[in-house]
């Protein structure tokens, strides 16, 4: 399985951005419950959000809620990162994970199957 996240960039403060996730080499993309974290530099990686298999059900951070959403296409094997009202403190290199033995929306690192290469974000104060 690869992941290929995109869509990162620069962006002043209060602005947004759509980083999708396309999945490949994968049979049944739905079996997995996606997820999004992302990294700073000097520290650990943080989760950001996480969707159900089915797409029904969704985790955000506490630190983004109310700003970025998860959404997903099985048909497309995709998953997606909305992120608006983009802050500063937002900047980080963001990874798309996949889980096939997660049985929670909130995915801990250790359950994490398959990691993206990361896409960064850079939001201008």
């Known amino acids: 399985v690869q992941l290929q996240a995109s869509g990162g960039g620069l962006v002043q403060a209060g602005g947004s951005l759509r980083l999708p996730c396309a999945a490949s080499?994968?049979?049944?993309?739905?079996?997995?419950?996606m997820a999004w974290f992302r990294q700073t530099p000097g520290k650990e990686r943080e989760f950001v959000a996480g969707?159900?298999?089915?797409?029904?059900?969704?985790y955000v951070a506490e630190s983004v809620k109310g700003r970025f959403t998860i959404f997903r296409s099985n048909e497309k094997n995709t998953v997606y990162l909305q992120m608006n009202s983009l802050e500063p403190d937002d900047t980080a290199v963001y990874y798309c994970?996949?889980?096939?033995?997660?049985?929670?929306?909130?995915?801990?690192?250790?359950?994490?199957?398959?990691w993206g290469q990361g896409t960064q974000v850079t939001v201008s104060s």
């Open positions: 969707i159900s298999r089915g797409g029904g059900s969704t």
């Open positions: 080499g994968v049979s049944s993309f739905r079996n997995y419950v």
């Open positions: 994970a996949a889980s096939w033995r997660s049985r929670n929306t909130l995915v801990g690192e250790n359950e994490v199957d398959y």
